[in-house]
Protein backbone atom coordinates (compact mmCIF):
# COMPACT_ATOMS: atom_id res chain seq x y z
CA UNK A 1 0.00 0.00 0.00
CA UNK A 2 2.91 2.22 1.29
CA UNK A 3 4.73 1.51 -2.49
CA UNK A 4 1.81 2.56 -4.34
CA UNK A 5 1.43 5.61 -2.76
CA UNK A 6 4.71 6.65 -2.98
CA UNK A 7 4.16 5.67 -6.72
CA UNK A 8 1.24 7.83 -7.00
CA UNK A 9 3.02 10.99 -5.35
CA UNK A 10 6.30 10.42 -7.69
CA UNK A 11 3.47 10.27 -10.90
CA UNK A 12 2.03 13.34 -9.66
CA UNK A 13 4.85 14.94 -8.99
CA UNK A 14 6.62 14.18 -12.55
CA UNK A 15 3.08 15.37 -14.23
CA UNK A 16 3.78 18.80 -12.87
CA UNK A 17 7.27 18.89 -13.79
CA UNK A 18 6.80 17.78 -17.29
CA UNK A 19 3.83 19.13 -18.17
CA UNK A 20 3.11 23.03 -18.89
CA UNK A 21 -0.51 24.01 -18.15
CA UNK A 22 -1.45 27.61 -20.10
CA UNK A 23 -3.71 30.39 -18.47
CA UNK A 24 -5.23 33.67 -18.74
CA UNK A 25 -4.26 36.69 -16.69
CA UNK A 26 -2.69 40.02 -17.36
CA UNK A 27 0.75 41.57 -18.14
CA UNK A 28 2.22 45.22 -18.38
CA UNK A 29 2.30 46.40 -21.77
CA UNK A 30 2.62 49.65 -23.56
CA UNK A 31 1.72 51.77 -20.62
CA UNK A 32 -1.13 49.47 -19.71
CA UNK A 33 -2.54 46.40 -18.29
CA UNK A 34 -3.30 43.90 -21.31
CA UNK A 35 -4.66 41.04 -21.02
CA UNK A 36 -2.48 37.89 -22.12
CA UNK A 37 -1.84 34.12 -21.88
CA UNK A 38 0.68 32.79 -19.00
CA UNK A 39 2.48 29.48 -19.46
CA UNK A 40 4.22 28.75 -16.54
CA UNK A 41 8.06 26.67 -17.48
CA UNK A 42 10.24 24.65 -14.85
CA UNK A 43 13.42 26.36 -16.91
CA UNK A 44 15.35 29.34 -17.71
CA UNK A 45 13.59 32.49 -19.44
CA UNK A 46 16.33 32.01 -21.75
CA UNK A 47 15.24 28.33 -22.86
CA UNK A 48 11.71 29.73 -22.81
CA UNK A 49 12.23 32.78 -25.33
CA UNK A 50 14.82 30.62 -27.62
CA UNK A 51 12.27 28.28 -27.88
CA UNK A 52 9.68 30.19 -28.75
CA UNK A 53 11.47 32.67 -31.52
CA UNK A 54 13.55 29.38 -33.16
CA UNK A 55 9.54 27.92 -33.33
CA UNK A 56 8.48 31.40 -35.01
CA UNK A 57 11.64 31.42 -37.26
CA UNK A 58 10.91 28.18 -38.60
CA UNK A 59 7.69 29.75 -39.84
CA UNK A 60 9.72 32.79 -41.29
CA UNK A 61 9.34 35.02 -38.79
CA UNK A 62 11.74 37.29 -36.75
CA UNK A 63 10.98 39.45 -33.96
CA UNK A 64 11.55 43.30 -33.02
CA UNK A 65 13.04 43.74 -29.29
CA UNK A 66 11.38 46.79 -27.10
CA UNK A 67 14.68 48.80 -26.54
CA UNK A 68 15.58 51.97 -25.32
CA UNK A 69 16.79 53.26 -21.64
CA UNK A 70 13.30 54.41 -20.58
CA UNK A 71 11.43 52.06 -22.13
CA UNK A 72 9.39 49.80 -19.80
CA UNK A 73 8.76 47.31 -22.27
CA UNK A 74 12.52 46.55 -22.74
CA UNK A 75 12.85 43.18 -23.38
CA UNK A 76 9.72 42.30 -24.81
CA UNK A 77 9.84 40.47 -28.72
CA UNK A 78 7.11 41.52 -31.19
CA UNK A 79 6.13 39.66 -34.00
CA UNK A 80 4.39 42.16 -36.67
CA UNK A 81 1.94 40.66 -39.46
CA UNK A 82 2.55 36.73 -37.51
CA UNK A 83 0.59 34.07 -38.67
CA UNK A 84 0.73 30.65 -36.62
CA UNK A 85 -1.28 28.42 -38.20
CA UNK A 86 -1.83 26.56 -35.13
CA UNK A 87 -3.17 29.49 -33.53
CA UNK A 88 -4.60 31.08 -36.67
CA UNK A 89 -4.35 31.83 -39.97
CA UNK A 90 -5.48 35.51 -39.86
CA UNK A 91 -2.28 37.82 -39.78
CA UNK A 92 -1.95 38.54 -36.04
CA UNK A 93 0.71 40.77 -33.54
CA UNK A 94 2.07 38.65 -31.08
CA UNK A 95 3.71 40.07 -28.34
CA UNK A 96 6.10 38.00 -26.14
CA UNK A 97 7.82 38.75 -22.66
CA UNK A 98 9.54 36.10 -20.54
CA UNK A 99 9.89 37.03 -16.81
CA UNK A 100 12.15 34.63 -13.92
CA UNK A 101 9.36 33.61 -11.32
CA UNK A 102 11.78 34.35 -8.28
CA UNK A 103 14.68 35.13 -7.59
CA UNK A 104 15.46 32.24 -5.38
CA UNK A 105 14.47 29.96 -8.60
CA UNK A 106 15.70 30.98 -11.51
CA UNK A 107 14.78 27.53 -13.38
CA UNK A 108 11.08 28.67 -13.45
CA UNK A 109 9.92 31.09 -15.81
CA UNK A 110 6.40 32.72 -16.81
CA UNK A 111 5.31 33.20 -20.80
CA UNK A 112 3.52 36.05 -21.31
CA UNK A 113 1.68 36.19 -24.56
CA UNK A 114 -0.75 39.04 -25.73
CA UNK A 115 -2.53 38.98 -29.52
CA UNK A 116 -3.46 42.13 -30.81
CA UNK A 117 -5.34 41.24 -34.25
CA UNK A 118 -6.57 44.82 -36.13
CA UNK A 119 -4.42 46.77 -33.60
CA UNK A 120 -6.85 44.59 -30.74
CA UNK A 121 -6.59 42.55 -27.57
CA UNK A 122 -8.05 39.46 -29.12
CA UNK A 123 -9.30 39.34 -25.87
CA UNK A 124 -11.60 42.51 -26.39
CA UNK A 125 -13.02 40.53 -29.53
CA UNK A 126 -14.01 37.60 -27.23
CA UNK A 127 -12.32 35.41 -29.94
CA UNK A 128 -12.42 32.53 -27.96
CA UNK A 129 -11.38 29.67 -30.45
CA UNK A 130 -7.95 32.07 -31.07
CA UNK A 131 -7.51 32.10 -27.20
CA UNK A 132 -7.89 28.04 -26.47
CA UNK A 133 -5.36 27.62 -29.55
CA UNK A 134 -2.82 29.86 -27.99
CA UNK A 135 -3.49 27.87 -25.11
CA UNK A 136 -2.40 24.54 -26.56
CA UNK A 137 0.35 26.38 -28.57
CA UNK A 138 1.76 26.70 -25.41
CA UNK A 139 1.34 23.83 -23.73
CA UNK A 140 3.04 22.02 -26.83
CA UNK A 141 5.92 24.49 -26.84
CA UNK A 142 7.17 21.99 -24.01
CA UNK A 143 9.49 19.82 -25.74
CA UNK A 144 10.48 22.78 -27.64
CA UNK A 145 11.62 24.51 -24.05
CA UNK A 146 13.06 20.91 -23.22
CA UNK A 147 15.40 21.12 -26.21
CA UNK A 148 16.72 24.78 -25.60
CA UNK A 149 17.50 24.21 -22.31
CA UNK A 150 19.31 21.20 -23.08
CA UNK A 151 21.39 22.95 -26.06
CA UNK A 152 22.14 26.11 -23.38
CA UNK A 153 23.92 23.38 -21.13
CA UNK A 154 25.36 21.51 -23.85
CA UNK A 155 26.70 25.29 -24.54
CA UNK A 156 27.21 26.24 -20.98
CA UNK A 157 29.31 22.56 -20.74
CA UNK A 158 31.26 23.47 -23.93
CA UNK A 159 32.49 26.90 -22.46
CA UNK A 160 33.72 24.90 -18.95
CA UNK A 161 35.57 22.27 -21.13
CA UNK A 162 36.86 25.28 -23.46
CA UNK A 163 38.00 27.33 -20.37
CA UNK A 164 39.48 24.29 -19.08
CA UNK A 165 41.65 23.55 -21.68
CA UNK A 166 42.59 27.13 -22.37
CA UNK A 167 43.92 26.62 -18.43
CA UNK A 168 45.76 23.41 -19.43
CA UNK A 169 47.43 25.39 -22.38
CA UNK A 170 48.41 28.42 -20.27
CA UNK A 171 49.75 25.74 -17.81
CA UNK A 172 52.22 23.82 -20.32
CA UNK A 173 53.27 27.34 -22.04
CA UNK A 174 54.30 28.52 -18.38
CA UNK A 175 55.94 24.67 -17.67
CA UNK A 176 58.09 25.35 -20.98
CA UNK A 177 58.95 28.30 -20.54
CA UNK A 178 60.18 27.64 -16.98
CA UNK A 179 61.56 24.50 -18.19
CA UNK A 180 64.16 27.22 -20.39
CA UNK A 181 64.51 29.27 -17.87
CA UNK A 182 65.47 26.38 -15.87
CA UNK A 183 67.57 25.19 -19.22
CA UNK A 184 69.87 28.42 -19.65
CA UNK A 185 70.17 28.57 -15.67
CA UNK A 186 71.39 25.32 -15.81
CA UNK A 187 73.94 26.64 -19.03
CA UNK A 188 74.38 29.96 -16.91
CA UNK A 189 76.03 27.82 -13.40
CA UNK A 190 78.28 25.64 -16.19
CA UNK A 191 79.46 29.27 -17.80
CA UNK A 192 79.55 30.78 -14.17
CA UNK A 193 81.78 27.41 -12.54
CA UNK A 194 84.49 27.45 -15.32
CA UNK A 195 84.91 30.96 -15.04
CA UNK A 196 85.06 30.68 -11.28
CA UNK A 197 87.68 27.85 -11.93
CA UNK A 198 89.79 30.36 -13.96
CA UNK A 199 89.56 32.89 -12.13
CA UNK A 200 91.05 30.92 -9.05
CA UNK A 201 93.97 29.94 -11.36
CA UNK A 202 94.32 33.57 -12.08
CA UNK A 203 94.52 34.11 -8.15
CA UNK A 204 96.50 31.34 -7.38
CA UNK A 205 99.12 33.05 -10.03
CA UNK A 206 99.00 35.97 -8.18
CA UNK A 207 99.56 34.71 -5.00
CA UNK A 208 102.49 32.76 -6.31
CA UNK A 209 103.97 35.81 -7.33
CA UNK A 210 104.08 37.39 -3.33
CA UNK A 211 107.27 38.42 -2.25
CA UNK A 212 108.80 36.06 1.02
CA UNK A 213 109.63 38.50 4.11
Known amino acids: MKKSILFLVAFISLS ?3 HAQAYEGTTQYAKKKQ ?3 LCDYSYSTDAVQNAFVAKLAKLG ?3 KEEKGIFNRDRGTLVFK ?4 SDISNDRMDYILSVETK ?4 KDASTLYLIINKDDDNIFNKNELYTINNAKAFLNNLLP ?3 ASDLELKIKDQED ?3 KAEKKLRDLKDTQSSLEKKLDQNKSDQQSTQKDIE ?3 QALGVLIGQRKSN
Open 35 to 37: QAI
Open 81 to 84: NTVI
Open 16 to 18: IIV
Open 61 to 63: YKP
Open 102 to 105: SRKD
Open 198 to 200: AQK
Open 160 to 162: VVA
Open 144 to 146: DVQ
